[in-house]
T-cell receptor, first 110, second 114 residues
């Protein structure tokens, strides 16, 4: 059974810091991996999707990497801003569905 | 209007009551999903449907049932609600033509069972 773990569970940083969120999974036979952002009272927004054949994806200040063999992914956020405050969820997928991690709650203070 | 609409957004009910959460979408997607989110446990899949005639159990389907009334509508029912079904419920849709796991989520329905 696929299990997805995210560390740390919560993180509080000052504005401007570069930070890394971690995701690990137990079964390397994945189809793709996604990072989502969740804001209170809103749904989930997909930030980056990495196919199993890819090593990384970038969007603006965000960079996600994937190492299938070690069962790990990282989300790198450069020059963090207060608007980045949210919960970040990692999800691994087979061809049918997603398995979510427990999330990292990020607070960026001015 | 939102692409994926969940109703109600908030509901408080009592143990033993029947509850229905509804999800409708305007994206024309064929796939629809119901997840629940509990603090510290992430999102867990309850049921999913790849078309109107296709219903599949997820990892935590016990105590729940679903109905795919049309391509655009997917309802989740709790026949006899119990307090440990208190959670935030999300509906999501996906387009199989755009690849696996490219999902659009609704804003969530918060259910409290007393």
């Amino acid at each position: 059974k696929q299990e997805v773990t995210q560390i740390p569970a919560a993180l509080s940083v000052p504005e401007g810091e570069n930070l890394v969120l971690n995701c690990s999974f137990t079964d390397s036979a994945i189809y793709n991996l996604q990072w989502f952002r969740q804001d209170p009272g809103k749904g989930l927004t997909s930030l980056l999707l990495i196919q199993s054949s890819q090593r990384e994806q970038t969007s603006g200040r965000l960079n996600a990497s994937l190492d299938k063999s070690s069962g790990r992914s990282t989300l790198y956020i450069a020059a963090s801003q207060p608007g980045d405050s949210a919960t970040y969820l990692c999800a691994v997928g087979n061809t049918d569905k997603l398995i979510f991690g427990t999330g990292t709650r990020l607070q960026v203070f001015p | 209007d939102a692409d994926v609409t969940q109703t109600p957004r908030n509901r408080i009910t009592k143990t033993g009551k029947r509850i229905m959460l509804e999800c409708s979408q305007t994206k024309g997607h064929d796939r629809m999903y119901w997840y629940r989110q509990d603090p510290g446990l992430g999102l867990r899949l309850i049921y999913y449907s790849f078309d109107v005639k296709d219903i599949n159990k997820g990892e935590i389907s016990d105590g729940y049932s679903v109905s795919r009334q049309a391509q655009a509508k997917f309802s989740l029912s709790l026949e006899s609600a119990i307090p440990n079904q208190t959670a935030l419920y999300f509906c999501a849709t996906g387009d199989s033509r755009k690849g696996a796991n490219v999902l659009t989520f609704g804003a969530g329905s918060r259910l409290t069972v007393l």
